[in-house]
């Protein structure tokens, strides 16, 4: 375990309604960087890795692709609230994908993002020449993933801390010198939901659905900020969750994968960004 990411542990007050009165109480949790494990760590990054591909995650070797980030422990962090021996509730890390692309898990996946960029031509393009066994240039793909109701302030000093880990790897002759970034993430869309048209009730007038992205990460719009290239894409398989807001609204969510290329430059200026953006308070 990195000592630095050891006491680098960060306090954030969440504010609890009281279910038995209209006081609110103060929740204070502790948040701890730690480097991955893998004998504690493989299951929880697996079930991220399934969240980050929803449906379309059966289409990879996960056990495969959670080993090759793990096998690389001292890069990237992972979030816990109770002691290293406790599963994360988020991580972080980038795959070589110059070194790793002939690795069944990983190829699996650097063929998948060039088929669904086919409709967005230049950035379609662009990842066959980075992900190329003549490719000149040396690109990471980041992986990151959270449970949905970790705050965003965890992201920003993974993200920190990555940065530095890369360079002081580099400075120790390992290859984590990357021109390019390949994040990726999703997001969703607002549709009409269908429970209406498969219950016997009277039916709302439905209203068109909205075109407008959401992001299930907050960090995902200053990402996408200072992006080269961008894109959203329909998932292969059929999402189960399109309906799962339907109790509250007239809406259903339909998710939708996203990828986001970064240069070197654009990375460093990202995670200032968010730094910026999603300060903890003092």
């Known amino acids: 375990m990195s000592k630095r990411k050891e006491e680098s542990s ?11 009165s209209d006081n609110e109480d103060i929740v204070n949790v502790d948040f701890d960087f730690f480097d991955p494990r893998p004998d504690i760590d493989y299951h929880a990054i697996r079930n991220l890795l399934r969240q980050t591909f929803d449906a379309d995650n059966v289409l990879f070797d996960l056990s495969a692709l959670t080993d090759l980030i793990l096998s690389q422990n001292t890069l990237g962090s992972t979030v816990k609230t109770d002691g290293i021996e406790s599963d994360p509730f988020a991580y972080l890390t980038v795959i070589n994908a110059n070194i790793h692309r002939q690795n069944p898990a990983l190829k699996d996946v650097l063929d998948y993002l060039i088929t669904k960029t086919k409709l967005k031509p230049d950035f379609n393009e662009k990842l066959k020449a980075l992900f190329a066994d003549s490719a000149k240039t040396n690109t990471g793909i980041v992986f990151s993933e959270r449970l949905i109701n970790m705050p965003t302030e965890v992201v920003p000093p993974m993200y920190r801390m990555l940065s530095d880990e890369m360079k002081s790897a580099v400075e120790n002759g390992d290859k984590y010198d990357f021109d390019y970034f390949v994040i990726i993430s999703k997001s969703f869309t607002e549709i009409a939901s269908k429970i209406d048209d498969d219950e016997d009730r009277p039916k709302k007038k439905k209203k ?23 894109a959203t894409y329909k998932f292969s398989k059929e999402s189960q969750s399109a309906d799962s807001r339907r109790t509250f609204q007239d809406y259903g969510i339909a998710p939708q994968g996203q990828i986001m290329l970064v240069t070197r430059e654009n990375f460093e200026q990202m995670i200032d960004d968010m730094l910026t953006m999603f300060a903890v308070p003092t």
């Open 10 to 20: 960060k306090k954030r007050d969440a504010e609890e309604q009281d279910s038995g």
């Open 208 to 230: 068109g659905s909205s075109k407008e992205t959401f992001y299930f990460h907050a960090e995902d719009e200053i990402i996408q900020h200072r992006s080269e290239y961008f």
